[in-house]
């Protein structure tokens, strides 16, 4: 076999955003997750109702399902819940006593993670077996063909690692005065063009092996709109703008500038081109269903709310700012970002946004 | 489907000795484990390769293998990877490709233990999937029929909880004065002897539905020696001195008295013939192979220093202990301890222990 998840250290160290023990380390992804989980549940239940083959329910009694990207909860706890009644009533409908039905549920994330914190906050009435599985979803994580249905929230636009490219201070994608790749050079943008093609093939690939033939997944992958520049997607210009406020630091001497052309955050949205050209070239899926949801960041009440807003970017990001700048601006940056977010809230009303809602299933070898 | 682990929460309040976040807090186990899973390697070796069923590994091109009380590794890390090479050698045995056989490892403990911790030190070298299954092993944990091989080193005696009655301050079985069983009334010991058989059919029922058919478990449980009395068992022994020095903390105002009686230490060393009984009651397992390991804790340079036995005790227990006297009487209880354990030495190494290696078959529904 091969070795398990033989890139996952070296990808997990790079990809530490998610994880940390603070009780609102992942408040963001939480607010807007709540609301997707929410409007995406008949999507769900759709999905399951009219694509999940007949015979994966009868070819075992234990239904299994894994969450990628869970975080601490709860939202995928919610999202698992969603899963097993819509698995339990297609079952029923098909004439199955579905009290024969297990499922086991595996909740993935880095290593990272905080899994104490997700165990703790398991359901105790929970109608699955649950397992909490470390390591990068850009590599392999379950055995093969062992997998029913995988889940994935807003996960998957974080990125395997930053682009070595933009790293490379003597090279043309080095991203000197900015962390983020929307408001970038040419050079930059592709470097993460680059990046996120060669993780969505890595994804694509280790679910392909993981998944059993016609098991489905169910994705909410927030992304860039058609025709919608990366620069005006809406949390491209959240990033963009704590960026700015980084570089007002440096100007005054506070965070070494070296340190901020250093720093690159590792999330990328993809448009729905770049999303099928994916699922094309891996040829392991068909995709079964997409919708957009168009207007879900923009009715967020967290982005009508400068501080709000900056406290949750704040706690989302905190563990990968101090560990790059120190402990000791966090106070300063971010009060300096809820200033600039207000005084430039018409401009980050005006970004564009979306959530693709994605089915896709697996083709028989 | 039944609830799983309905019960574990509960019984992880009462059952939270072995967790702990501090590197130390499972290093008496770990020590002694050390030792056994050396000695033991060879026993695992040839019970797979002599009592495995070809069945089983042509059954399913994934392994399943489940430690039960893993702790935070790495002694679970060098049982999984044992097991995982005895396998292989028996499936080239007969002449199969190996190759094609892939692991999962599930390791379990209660959720209290520090799973980060775990994770973060799964060898990345690694042969297998990992997983981490939070919940008492009283309980369900994984689907019916999911599991190939039950592992467990050195947990079993941890019991779900402190017996009922002996926290029962106006039964006959309240234990005043003893944090242990192994000295005390006829009732307590009764006590615990019941809660261990109530605990042990619990445990074997659960795995009689999660293992498949014809599947091992091996198991290292300390017990008491035949023809030994409780109170003579070497690790009773080093509880007891404990107790005796919480009296005299007692007897000096230092700490409540009431405090020591509604306090006791949930773990029962079980003779072969209950060993036995548990498995002949349950009905679903053959008893494969017994083999008693006599001299092992009497060999163990720890209990020949009772400074080191004194704060490696400490480390295992302090988190209950805290919980119960507070933070403040720690470093006075286990300064004494130390003291009481070198008066006593010759008593301590005059205490008879066993390690009972067992391997169970599932027997065919």
Not at 331 to 351: A, H, N, R, T, W
């Amino acid at each position: 076999m091969a070795r398990a998840e033989e890139t996952s250290d070296q990808l997990c160290a790079a990809y530490p955003v998610r994880g940390g023990d603070g009780p609102s380390s992942y408040a963001v992804n939480s607010v807007y997750q709540r609301g997707a989980v929410a409007a995406a549940k008949e999507f769900i239940s759709k999905a399951i109702e009219e694509k999940l083959d007949t015979e994966i329910l009868l070819s075992s009694k234990t239904f299994r399902i894994a969450d990628l990207g869970c975080a601490v909860g709860p939202n995928s706890f919610f999202s698992a819940e969603n899963i097993i009644e819509a698995v339990q009533l297609k079952y029923k409908s098909q004439g199955l006593n579905s009290q024969t039905l297990e499922f086991q549920v595996f909740f993935n994330d880095i290593t990272a993670n905080d899994f104490n914190k997700l165990f703790r906050s398991l359901p105790s009435n929970r109608q699955y077996y649950a397992a909490g599985v470390p390591g990068s979803f850009y590599g392999r994580l379950f055995p093969n063909a062992s997998i029913n249905l995988f889940h994935s929230a807003f996960a998957i636009p974080w990125m395997s690692q930053v682009p070595k490219t933009v790293m490379d201070r003597n090279g043309p994608a080095w991203n000197k005065g900015r962390i983020f790749y929307s408001d970038a050079s040419d050079e930059v943008v592709s470097a993460y063009e680059a990046q996120n093609a060669e993780d969505m093939e890595r994804f694509l690939h280790a679910r392909a092996q993981e998944i059993v033939s016609g098991g489905l997944m169910v994705f909410f992958i927030p992304g860039r709109p058609d025709g919608t520049p990366h620069s005006h997607t809406l949390p491209n210009l959240i990033y963009q703008i704590l960026g700015s406020c980084l570089m007002d630091l440096a100007r005054k001497g506070v965070v070494d500038e070296e340190k901020v052309n250093s720093f690159n955050i590792p999330n990328y949205l993809m448009s729905s081109k770049e999303l099928e050209n994916a699922v094309e070239q891996n040829g392991c899926f068909s995709i079964e269903r997409r919708e957009n949801l168009d207007h879900f960041f923009a009715h967020d009440t967290v982005y009508k709310s400068p501080q709000l807003l900056a406290s949750q970017i704040r706690a989302s990001l905190e563990g990968l700012f101090k560990q790059q700048f120190g402990d000791e601006i966090l106070d300063e940056l971010f009060e300096l970002y809820g200033k600039k977010l207000e005084e430039q809230q018409s401009m980050v009303e005006s970004g564009k946004a979306v959530v693709f809602l994605l089915v896709l299933r697996r083709l028989a070898n």
